[in-house]
């Protein structure tokens, strides 16, 4: 169920509850290095109703890429509840969504220091 809207927002916006969002949209962000990516930076979400075949338009304006989809970002804080983390700070959230860009895994607790 979608709870907020889709649309142009934060980073951290997004993580602080993922749930709340469809988990069919896709994700799309600036590419960058992924130790730069913070809870300021923009992404833009859009509904997988309103997904185009090719790169879609408000993408392609705001100049950012497809990054994830948000099943993939709910599986990130699914993953850090299921390894005895059950309410992650923000940096927790953060750090375990670098760590899945970086490594393609989920990060276990001992890794959040």
């Known amino acids: 169920m979608?709870?907020?809207?889709l649309g142009a927002m934060t980073l951290g916006q997004l993580l602080d509850d993922p749930d709340a969002y469809d988990w069919r949209a896709t994700i799309f962000a600036p590419s960058l290095p992924v130790?730069?990516?913070s809870w300021e930076t923009e992404v833009l979400v859009?509904?997988?109703e309103e997904l185009p075949p090719d790169d879609p338009?408000?993408?392609?304006?705001?100049?950012v890429t497809e990054f994830a989809?948000?099943?993939?970002?709910q599986e990130i804080i699914s993953a850090l509840k299921l390894h005895g983390v059950?309410?992650?700070t923000t940096d927790q959230r953060l750090a375990?969504?670098?760590y899945y860009r970086e490594h393609d895994a989920f990060i276990s607790r001992e890794q959040l220091g």
């Open 46 to 48: 859009i509904p997988f």
């Open 2 to 5: 979608t709870i907020n809207t």
């Open 86 to 88: 059950p309410a992650a």
């Open 57 to 63: 338009p408000e993408a392609v304006e705001r100049g």
């Open 96 to 98: 375990a969504l670098r």
């Open 35 to 37: 130790a730069q990516l």
């Open 69 to 73: 989809t948000m099943h993939q970002l």
